[in-house]
């Protein structure tokens, strides 16, 4: 895509282009720019500071970009003390090639050289987030000269029936874990008949070591604006609901000043870009409750009630939100629908592998060298993510352990880490690729210690309607803390828990005492020995582990 990079014309300020992404805000961005404005000034140099959104590079956070006729030279980590040396560097001064002939031949130590050549994203397939850190979040002008507002122009001309069509042809499925048909979901509200229908977007992201919706919604708000728009328009439905969980101040801010700017536009409203067809959208902010990622919580706190899961059926699709049928969907799985309309679905369908289809956002963390975001199509493998994108561990030592789909998702060990990152080869493995987090663990790690953290955070963030996960989890803290005490019961309470597992498994009302068992089973399954077991030793209680092959519904 191109970077829109700006003429260097005598005379024309140079261009940089700095993250107001909260990552980048955390670690000092906001100083960086204050820096680069003094010191252009103390030397008379013209400069404009964009404020883009982060490319998803978080290691190198704030990476600053200078704009080139070559195109942009990133520079990173950046702080405010290396500004003035940056100047000395003469990194303003550079020639149709990017480089700096007239200044010193030591190239700066933060120089990263062109960012599109920087290997963690050279080596990327960016559908989704094509624009992150390309635009300015909030320029409509930028937004369409890169490619934007051309699946919503699309969409206005094919009927209803068609961009469903268009959206269940392309593969797309739910982005948040479950992996649910997207176009199935459509297809059932926009034949349920009534008048009134609505779009939420459940941007609750509360999984451990996620932030693709905050980084998207930050950095590409009207990806997901127009998506949304796309699916109003495919099903029927009128209104829109954004669910953002509060403690993502900068991503609300950015889609309130979004919202408005695109409704001033014409591109929300009673009369969408001139077609007649009408859809508005409003932001929600969620209280910090993590069962509201499930889509019946949710809809029960959007209607101003506790966030208690609803037993299903009916489905939201058919009764949701206040009782009317409802498209829910998380950022990912809406930002991904406008590239689908753009291009078509044969093009999006072509990335990835089997049923798991298009690309999708893996979120690096924990332990990792060179954490950040990393959009590929799935098959790639976590090793693949690991070592060529994430650089191997931070400490040195060597990677023991992997969560991957968040705090309910498993601990898979080096012998899985070939599998491909497809949904279903996960399955087999009794794993999920969940909204694709991972964090990662080097060999200091307790794998006890870890299973219990995963089951005492089902049981505080229960909301408390089914006893499998209300009572279930508490027990389940018990029995892990006499586990760990080694007394003489210790191959009985290792059954007990397995037994438990299973029950909560299998009789819970929603994924989140569903899935718990998942750490839990994975850690006993896989590390053995951090439970005082003999590696290969079999259920002391001569039973199997917990069958996981039957995934719950999901969060």
Not at 28 to 37: K, L
Not at 292 to 303: D, K, P, V, Y
Not at 461 to 489: Q, Y
Request: proline share 6%.
């Amino acid at each position: 895509m191109n970077e829109g990079t700006p003429s260097r014309a005598s005379g024309n300020p140079v261009t940089l282009y700095v993250p107001r992404d909260a990552a980048a805000l955390a670690v000092g961005a906001d100083d960086v720019v204050r820096a680069i404005e003094a010191e252009a000034a103390r030397r008379g140099q013209a400069v404009r500071v964009v404020r883009n959104g982060s490319r998803g590079l978080l290691w190198l956070e704030p990476l600053v970009e200078v704009a080139t006729p070559a195109g942009r030279v990133a520079y990173g980590p950046v702080q405010a003390e290396d500004v003035a040396s940056l100047f000395d560097a003469g990194w303003l001064q550079a020639d149709a090639t990017g480089n700096r002939p007239n200044a010193p031949n030591t190239p700066h130590p933060l120089r990263q050289g062109l960012t599109q050549d920087i290997p963690y994203l050279k080596n990327q397939e960016r559908l989704t987030f094509a624009r992150c850190g390309i635009t300015d979040p909030l320029d409509l002008d930028d937004y369409q000269a890169h490619e934007g507002l051309q699946g919503l122009r699309r969409a206005l001309t094919m009927a209803p029936e068609q961009v469903v069509d268009e959206v269940q042809q392309s593969g797309l499925r739910g982005r948040g874990g479950a992996a649910f048909p997207t176009g199935i979901k459509w297809k059932t509200v926009l034949t349920t008949p009534a008048e009134q229908k609505y779009i939420v977007c459940n941007a609750d992201e509360g999984d451990s070591g996620t932030f693709a919706d905050r980084l998207l919604m930050e950095g590409d708000p009207y990806v997901l604006i127009e998506g949304m728009a796309i699916a109003g328009i495919a099903v029927g439905a009128t209104q829109g609901y954004i669910y953002v969980r509060s403690e993502y101040p900068h991503a609300i801010a950015a889609l309130e000043a979004a919202i408005a700017r695109a409704r001033a536009a014409g591109w929300l409203g009673g009369d969408i870009l001139g077609s007649g067809k009408r859809f508005d959208l409003e932001v929600r902010k969620g209280a910090g409750a993590y069962i509201c990622g499930e889509e019946t919580s949710l809809l029960e706190s959007l209607e101003g009630k506790r966030g208690v899961v609803r037993a299903k059926p009916p489905l939201p699709a058919i009764a949701g939100l206040f009782g009317k049928p409802t498209v829910i969907n998380n950022v990912i799985s809406l930002a991904s629908v406008p590239v689908i309309l753009a291009c078509g679905a044969a093009y999006y369908r072509d990335y990835g592998v089997g049923r798991s289809q298009g690309t999708l956002p893996f979120q690096l963390a924990g332990n990792l060298k060179q954490g950040g975001l990393v959009e590929k199509a799935f098959g790639l493998t976590l090793r693949e993510l690991l070592y060529d994108f994430g650089g191997g561990s931070a400490s040195g030592r060597p990677l023991r352990a992997v969560q991957v789909g968040g705090p309910l998702g498993a601990y898979l060990p080096e012998s899985q880490w070939d599998v491909p990152l497809d949904y279903e080869a996960y399955v087999k493995i009794s794993a999920m690729i969940g909204h694709g987090g991972l964090v990662a663990f080097d060999d200091t790690v307790d794998m006890q210690a870890m299973a219990r953290y995963a089951m005492e955070f089902c049981a505080i963030e229960s909301c408390g309607k089914c006893t499998p996960c209300r009572i279930g989890s508490t027990r389940g803290v018990e029995t892990l803390d006499r586990i760990a005490a080694r007394g003489a019961d210790h191959a009985q309470q290792v059954h007990l828990l397995r037994d438990l597992c299973d029950t909560m498994l299998g009789g819970s009302l929603c994924a989140l005492g569903g899935m718990a068992p998942y750490p839990v089973m994975s850690a006993l399954d896989h590390f053995p020995q951090d439970f005082g077991l003999s590696p290969h030793a079999p259920d002391p209680a001569g039973l199997a582990a917990v069958e996981t092959d039957a995934r719950p519904p999901h969060l």
